[in-house]
């Protein structure tokens, strides 16, 4: 049966998929929480999905060249059970996703994985060139993967994997964005070893948890 939008739209809690429990038109902290505060500058709370990762592997790959500076408390903040609306972790990043990052060195708080590579990439002075071409060029593709990946998961992994039901236009749709997109990167990567150029860089770091992963069946 066609399906006609209403004038005025309500929330339907119980409209199923896989994050319904969770999600709401709202924004805010549902329950005080305090987050817990580690020994480290670099305190990072977050959990393993690809936009989790991202920040991991940028910690991980700044330690291994030796940056101590880079030693980091790790927090899990498990977003099934909603802890990611706590007011501690609200706080830290008003739109309850994670990753999110508090530098207790600075006292800043660092939210949306895209920043928080620039900001690491920027205090560590690793995988985001000064040089203006080369700067641009992997900030074009790393703005690009945090304009696309939501095409990905959003779109088509939430369609294909979580929806209640499989619905013909929107898997259709998003398969074919999803298609496009990995021949960009296919493209790209035909003429150049890594996305921006000759050098890995935070635009590498951010890709690889998604179309990486998807190119290897893990998604
Ligand atoms: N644009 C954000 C996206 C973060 C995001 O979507 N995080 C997801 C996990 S991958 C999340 O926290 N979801 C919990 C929720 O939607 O309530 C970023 O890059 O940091």
Same mark, same amino acid.
């Given at each position: ?5 209403? *004038?005025?739209? *309500? ?9 319904? #429990? ?28 690809? #936009? ?16 101590? !500076? ?15 609306? !706590? ?19 600075? !006292? ?31 900030? #074009? ?75 290897? !069946?893990?998604?």
């Amino acid at each position: 049966m066609a399906y006609t939008p209403p *004038t005025t739209w *309500t929330w339907d809690a119980q409209n199923g998929g896989k994050f319904s #429990n969770i999600n709401r038109p709202i924004a805010g902290a549902t329950f005080d929480k305090e987050l817990p505060l580690g020994q480290h500058p670099l305190q990072l709370y977050s959990q393993g999905t690809p #936009n989790g990762v991202k920040v991991t592997a940028m910690l991980e790959e700044l330690l291994a060249l030796g940056h101590e !500076g880079a030693e980091y408390d790790a927090w899990l903040i498990p977003i099934s059970e909603g802890a990611q609306f !706590g007011s501690g972790f609200v706080d830290l990043n008003p739109n309850s996703k994670i990753p999110a990052m508090l530098d207790q060195d600075t !006292g800043l708080r660092i939210f949306e994985s895209g920043s928080i590579l620039i900001y690491l990439a920027e205090k560590f002075g690793e995988f985001l060139p000064k040089d203006i071409a080369q700067r641009t060029e992997t900030l #074009n593709w790393l703005f690009w993967l945090h304009g696309s990946a939501p095409y990905l998961g959003g779109g088509f992994g939430h369609f294909y994997a979580y929806a209640p039901e499989k619905f013909e236009y929107p898997i259709n749709r998003f398969s074919m964005e999803a298609k496009r997109q990995l021949d960009v990167l296919d493209r790209n990567l035909a003429e150049r070893q890594f996305l921006a150029g000759d050098s890995y860089s935070i635009a590498d770091i951010a890709t690889a948890p998604w179309y990486g992963a998807l190119v290897k !069946g893990l998604l």
